[in-house]
């Protein structure tokens, strides 16, 4: 992979990541400032790290995560650019369903693929 595809990566992960982050805040109806507050953080570098300008640092992100109830694999794990990751969170919502419902869900999954690849 070129030096110019990790950095692309690496952006669209930042966004993504300040997105749940933003998602995540509100969900738990906190403000930036609110948050912000928590973290000991301006609201400012709260608004910069949710909209992707600037990445947080692994120990921030930490911060984030604790303050906002949601863990640092469910966070990366929603950003991960790769299949396997997504599988993983898609295999955790099934756990406490029956096999009857499991079943329903991936036949609907395996169809709702079959119609996007038509598209």
């Known amino acids: 992979m ?20 933003a998602e ?5 109806g906190l403000s930036q400032a609110q948050l912000g507050e928590m973290l000991g953080l301006e609201k400012e570098s709260v608004s910069r790290i949710e909209s992707g300008k600037i990445a947080p640092s692994l120990s921030r992100l930490a ?16 950003v991960s650019p790769h299949p396997t990751d997504e599988a993983r969170t898609l295999i955790a919502s099934l756990q ?24």
Request: net charge positive; charged share 35%; glycine share 4%.
């Open 24 to 28: 995540y805040r509100k969900k738990a």
């Open 2 to 21: 070129s030096e110019a595809t990790h950095k692309e990566q690496g952006r669209r992960i930042t966004e993504e990541v300040g997105k749940r982050l």
């Open 96 to 119: 406490d369903l029956s096999p009857r419902q499991r079943d329903i869900v991936l036949r609907t999954a395996h169809n709702l693929a079959a119609l996007l690849r038509q598209e």
């Open 63 to 78: 911060m984030f995560c604790e303050s906002l109830n949601v863990s640092f694999e469910e966070l990366l794990t929603q």
